[in-house]
């Protein structure tokens, strides 16, 4: 994972060019790419990123990218905010956005258990059941790339949203996002855990 930052302000143009460009550089054949992005309820960089990664891409070839909202429980985003989030305009040719829609089950698919007995060591059994692991279908889809893009910042009940969780409970089912915020909560504050 690559990361760069700047503690005195915002980061420039040239170093989220450089970052897209060597995230990027190993993917010369991509014609098919998903990029979930987070919702409207997190203060990001995503409208100013997701438009060179979409030209980096486009100039490596891509011919299709769907854009898939992380939005977990949130309400589902318009149109207008979508463009918006993203920082797209006219001039991006993008095929499909959705958004996470985590109550209709024609969206989701099973792909896994987090077993119970997992569940209770990571959480010094407070939880002991098996966690199914159901997700947005788009995830499990024919792509070349998948990007999963999100800031990380505090949250109040899961230690910390965004980041490599965007997928995951982002693109949950309600009682898998609901077991992934009760497991975290109880596994960061368990007694062991300071002591790590």
């Known amino acids: 994972m690559l990361s760069i930052e700047n503690l005195n302000g915002e980061l420039t143009d040239e170093q989220l060019e450089k970052i897209v460009k060597e995230s990027l550089k190993d993917f010369s054949a991509i ?24 030209q980096e891409l486009k100039n490596r070839g891509m011919k299709q990218i769907d854009f898939l909202n992380a939005g977990g429980t949130h309400r589902t985003m318009t149109t207008e905010e979508i463009w918006c989030k993203l920082g797209l305009s006219s001039q991006f040719n ?21 077993s119970s007995s997992f569940v209770e060591e990571k959480t010094n059994g407070e939880l002991s059941q ?12 024919d792509y070349d790339l998948i990007i999963a893009l999100s800031g990380t910042l505090p949250h109040e009940a899961a230690g910390y949203a965004g980041g490599v969780e965007s997928p995951f409970p982002g693109n949950f089912r309600s009682r898998g996002n609901r077991f992934a915020s009760l497991g975290s909560g109880t596994y960061r504050y368990s007694p062991d855990y300071w002591h790590r």
Not at 46 to 52: F, G, R, S
Not at 94 to 114: D, K
């Open 130 to 141: 098996s966690i199914p692991v159901v997700v947005n279908k788009l995830i499990t889809e």
């Open 31 to 54: 014609k098919r790419v998903l990029l979930i992005h987070p919702d409207y309820t997190r203060i990001d960089f995503t409208n100013k990123i997701v438009p060179l990664i979409y």
């Open 94 to 114: 993008f095929t499909n956005f959705y958004n996470h829609e985590y109550n209709n089950p024609g969206q989701l698919v099973t792909v896994g258990e987090i």
